[in-house]
């Protein structure tokens, strides 16, 4: 069943470019009530409101909530877009480079989850739509620690959704594959150390990565997801956007042994 869109008010977290833009323009498009959220609001050109937000700054996360809510009354759909790639050998990759990981994939939208709930009860219910990624379901290669964070916040959106269906509250996960963005430009990157024992193999599988981003599907693709999600009227768990090829690598995951699977991701990497 569909649901009415109608004035709905829609909460995305990083839409000043790439998937998170590519929604908010979609959606404003189709009459909805939308805001976005960047880091530095002011320097950006946006057909839609943009509030000043940074999901490691707990503090920043209430502030633009409650900004929204004085000027639209309330929240129907959250969706948690901010993210951040980060690569290498993880070995070689800084704590502190994985601390901001997942304090920016992770750690950052429950916290957005956490401040948006109060109002969605208040208005006796309200979808939250976490983007995940197709690499959350399997540890890649020079990818250990994107894989780890996006695969975190899939298994918990699966305890959460049922935590909040007593209010009325639904959530899913939406998971996309590679598409054509700016995320390999914002990407963290551990440097490619001459001498290294990885230096061959990760320099190698890094071209292939940034290769997949540029030759990505049209952002647009999730944008047309996300508002199917919105009207129907009891999402599904778990949704994959991208090329056939990689939604079907979860399949393969599921059915063949560990080190057949492993085999295979070593042999697209060309490990």
Known sequence: MKESTSSKVVFITGASSGIGKAIAEYLQAR?????GTSRNPGKQNSAFPLVALDVTKP??????ISEVISQAGKIDVLVNNAGVGITGPIEETPDEEIKKAFDTNYFGP?????????????????LIINVTSIAGYMGLPYRGIYSASK????????????????????????????FATNIAA???????????????????TLKLMNQHV?????????????????????????????EPLQKFSIALKRILP?????RILMRHYKL
Do not use: C, W
């Open 31 to 35: 009459n909805f009530i939308v805001f």
């Open 59 to 64: 503090e920043t996360i209430q502030t633009a």
């Open 110 to 126: 429950i916290n957005v989850i956490k401040a948006v709930l109060p109002e969605m009860r208040k208005n006796n219910g309200g």
């Open 151 to 178: 695969g975190a916040l899939e298994l918990t959106t699966e305890a959460f959704r049922m935590e909040l269906k007593s209010f009325n509250i639904k959530m899913t996960n939406i998971a996309p594959g590679d």
């Open 186 to 204: 914002g990407r963290y990157h551990a440097p490619v150390i001459k001498g290294s024992p990885y230096e061959t193999p990760y320099r190698n």
């Open 214 to 242: 540029d030759e990505g599907e049209d952002p647009n693709i999730m944008a047309e997801t996300i508002f199917k999600i919105i009207k129907e009227k009891n999402p599904r768990v778990h949704y994959k956007v991208g």
């Open 258 to 262: 560990d080190k057949l699977y492993e």
